[in-house]
């Protein structure tokens, strides 16, 4: 079963498949082609909550093709295979590459969600449980991690990897002794370079690694499940070349490096390439995730704060499980764009709700248990909307806020990236309630903060 795909390669042609029919037109956008044989590219793959995207940049960091798919679904009993769902859609997406490209690849990176869990054998590297998801939470795990962690961690949330870990091992893992935890990007890149049980330290956060000491901490080393955490390297680290059976069925190059990865919202703040303090940005995917670069490390499960490690600066922040998700709920995205014309964004909407898809709040609060609030509804769609909006960008606004109050840096300027980043009439909104400057970066898709990572680890293998 294959998903639905739209792919552009700029230096030449668009191809646009649809649920397996292909056409091909030219492309609107054009780009410098690559044209030298010697002509290095890098590829960066997305694995996002909704479906999956690729973007190839050359050194100047000009995309010279992308595309994306939607996760093909499969039945496993009364729910879905999540992990064939992944396997599938990255050698789709291999496959979708120009293949006049291919051979110019020196260089692939890939991000994936946050805390999304995939517990396999350390021999084969096959999954033994299904996974679990980002915005899973294991709140019968959270009183055991809690009593080992210091107080506050960031593990010390109920959708944290180790409360995920936590409770697999109490209720299967004990009896495992040849197990491994994987990251969704740790896994799918194995499957690209064969060494199993390779992890960086955005993915590993969550999981308890401390990124500034560069080790796990001794209260998790000395638990009896540690034997199942990954090795840790900086995110864009080079791990080993492609395998020889990929690059030989794809066409890449055989010295093709495999390098670590990093979360899709990480990759999404390295591609608006935001490099000063107090510059932030905000991701409008299917989820709402914030990450503000710092001076100032902030971490404080209570408020479902953390601080990834980025050189020698912090990106501070959470992700709420409002945004896209909810919205599609009430709305299809020819609604979302015809009653976004009709709202007047400089007028405060007096409705006020609290938008989630589901029971379960991360940040600015960590609530398992609070429910999504949608009610009452007027009868006018674009009011609706409005408020809808206008509440999204409230929990924006009190979590930059929140950073502040815990000794971030103050957030000065805001980047936009992820698919509600195009909708202006939303942008004058949140630029209205944050009172910040709000812009869309140039590069919002988080496959080109992966193809920078891909760039980066070029350079360091060389």
């Not at 997406?93 to 260089?107: A, F, Y």
Request: proline residues 5%; neutral net charge.
């Amino acid at each position: 079963m294959v998903g639905a795909i739209s792919v552009t390669h700029f230096a030449s042609w668009t191809y646009i498949q649809k649920f397996g029919k292909l056409r091909r037109q030219r492309a609107v956008s054009m780009s410098v082609g690559v044209e030298e044989a010697s002509a290095k590219l890098y590829l960066g793959l997305d694995f996002g909550t909704s479906g999956a995207r690729f973007a190839i940049i050359d050194k100047g960091g000009t995309i010279q093709a992308e595309a994306k798919r939607e996760y093909p679904l499969y039945k496993n009993g009364e729910s879905y295979d999540w992990v064939l769902s992944w396997k599938k859609t990255m050698f789709l997406l291999l496959q979708d590459v120009p293949l006049e490209l291919r051979k110019h690849i020196v260089s692939i990176s890939l991000d994936g969600t946050s805390a999304t869990t995939i517990i396999v054998d350390r021999e084969t590297g096959e999954p033994i449980w299904r996974p679990f998801l980002y915005n899973e939470s294991c709140p019968d795990a959270l009183p055991m991690v809690k009593s080992i962690a210091p107080p506050n961690h960031t593990v010390c949330s109920g959708s944290s990897t180790l409360c995920k870990l936590v409770e697999w091992w109490n209720n299967a893992g004990s009896n495992q002794k040849s197990a491994l935890l994987l990251h969704q990007a740790d896994w799918l890149l194995w499957l690209l370079h064969g060494k199993l049980g390779v992890s960086d330290y955005n993915n590993a956060l969550k999981v308890g690694y401390d990124p500034e000491a560069e080790s796990y901490p001794p209260w998790l080393v000395s638990q009896p499940y540690s034997h199942l955490l990954p090795s840790v390297l900086a995110p864009g680290t080079p791990i080993a070349s492609l395998k020889e059976e990929i690059a030989n069925k794809f066409g890449f190059q055989k010295d093709c490096v495999v390098c670590t990865g990093t979360t899709d919202s990480i990759a999404a703040f390295l591609a608006a390439r935001a490099n000063q303090p107090g510059q932030a940005v905000t991701s409008l995917g299917s989820t709402l995730a914030i990450k503000l670069l710092s001076n100032t490390r902030i971490e404080d499960s209570r408020f479902g704060v953390y601080s990834h490690r980025l050189d020698d600066k912090w990106l501070v922040g959470g992700a709420s499980n409002t945004g896209g998700a909810v919205l599609r709920q009430l709305f299809t995205d020819d609604q979302l764009e015809k009653l976004s014309e009709h709202i007047d964004p400089s007028k405060a909407s007096l409705l006020d709700y609290y938008p989630l898809p589901k029971a379960g709040e991360r940040f600015p609060v960590a609530d398992p248990n609070l429910a999504p609030r949608l009610l009452p509804r007027p009868e006018d769609d674009v009011e609706y909307l409005h408020g809808i909006l206008e509440s999204i960008a409230r929990i924006e606004a009190k979590a930059y806020s929140l950073l502040k109050e815990l000794g971030a840096t103050e957030a000065k300027e805001v980047l936009t990236a992820g698919g509600g980043s195009k909708n202006e009439k939303w942008t004058k909104i949140r630029e209205r309630v944050l009172g910040l400057p709000v812009s869309r970066a140039n590069q919002t898709e988080a496959a080109y903060g992966a193809a920078l990572l891909a760039a980066k680890g070029h350079q360091l293998k060389y």
